[in-house]
């Protein structure tokens, strides 16, 4: 099993930044990629950021320039620095880590998700 724990969440006003970490601990073989997601009050869960264990990313639309993803391999750890926050980037966001067991298997792993409210 893997934990995946989340920090970093807060209150801020539109404009203001945030950096959230995440910290993956336990029986860790290999972490192809991690993640952030985002939901919103009665939205369905988002992909905002993903980085690669080659250090490809993929970025959602709407924070593409604002938002940036880093991971540190060797501390499987990644985190999202947020700038320009908007009202609508208000939501509880997800780690999310994808890994592969020693045996090859491929499973997929969530953090129990941190508020971001950005207020106007």
């Known amino acids: 099993q893997v934990q995946l724990v989340e920090s970093g969440g807060g209150s801020v006003q539109a404009g203001g930044a945030l950096t959230l970490s995440c910290v993956a601990s336990?029986?860790?073989?290999?972490?192809?990629?991690m993640a952030w997601y985002r939901q919103g009050a009665g939205k369905g869960r988002e992909l905002v950021a993903l980085m690669t264990t080659s250090g490809g990313t993929r970025y959602a639309d709407s924070v593409k320039g604002r938002f940036s993803i880093s991971r540190d391999n060797a501390k499987n750890t990644a985190s999202l620095q947020m700038n320009d926050l908007k009202p609508e980037d208000t939501a509880v966001y997800y780690c999310n880590a994808d890994t592969l067991s020693r045996d090859l298997h491929r499973n997929e792993y969530w953090g129990r998700g941190t508020q971001v409210t950005v207020s106007s």
């Open positions: 336990g029986r860790i073989y290999m972490i192809n990629a």
